[in-house]
T-cell receptor, first 111, second 113 residues
């Protein structure tokens, strides 16, 4: 039982490149989330998905797209990376209004 | 939408002392208030949570209090130990969308031996 698994753990991109961050959960939870963590700014919600087939914008969605491929997987795509997207990205899964389980994070640097 | 403010941003205490972290929220009808602990290089983990129908909850050295009138909730850690050193986040779920989970900006707690 791995919980929430994110890949990759580290990534360096050049400005303008695209990439997809992958997230998978094996807990059968309905809701999944993408957050970014920056110094002094806490965890800011990028997008979330309350159930398979639905996605909604969070606090900072600009520059990102998401796909809820199935109940297990929720991916985050950067179409044209910018230095302002340098951050640590966390995926989380949750069942209703209860505990959210987080992955180990992806440290992304855009140069 | 829901806004969560957290103070202080950093907190240093001597081992054995108590630590208190405070959060305020904007949606007066919010119902669920969790606290997470994040150790270096890891994702946040839930340490305690409280719902709006309860004023206080304890789990060993950790307690959370909720004041619905003032719209704030606090984390209390007693008899702090060096392993309590971490970043702590509060969060809230707005009533208009309980699937959303909005976090505060975090508190870095350092416990000195």
């Amino acid at each position: 039982n791995a919980g929430v698994t994110q890949t990759p753990k580290f990534q360096v991109l050049k400005t303008g490149q695209s990439m997809t961050l992958q997230c998978a959960q094996d807990m059968n939870h309905n809701s999944m989330y993408w957050y970014r963590q920056d110094p002094g700014m806490g965890l800011r919600l990028i997008y979330y998905s309350a159930s398979e087939g639905t996605t909604d914008k969070g606090e900072v969605p600009n520059g990102y797209n998401v796909s809820r491929l199935n109940k297990r997987e929720f991916s985050l795509r950067l179409e044209s990376a910018a230095p302002s997207q340098t951050s640590v990205y966390f995926c989380a899964a949750r069942l209703g209004e209860t505990e959210a389980f987080f992955g180990q994070g992806t440290r992304l640097t855009v140069v | 939408g829901e806004n969560v403010e957290q103070h202080p941003s950093t907190l240093s205490v001597q081992e054995g002392d108590s630590a208190v972290i405070k959060c305020t929220y904007s949606d007066s009808a919010s119902n669920y208030f969790p606290w997470y602990k994040q150790e270096l290089g890891k994702g946040p983990q839930l340490i305690i949570d409280i719902r709006s129908n309860v004023g206080e909850k304890k789990d060993q050295r950790i307690a959370v209090t909720l004041n619905k009138t003032a719209k704030h909730f606090s984390l209390h850690i007693t008899e702090t130990q060096p392993e309590d050193s971490a970043v702590y986040f509060c969060a809230a779920s707005p009533t208009y969308n309980t699937d959303k989970l909005i976090f505060g900006t975090g508190t870095r707690l350092q416990v000195f031996p």
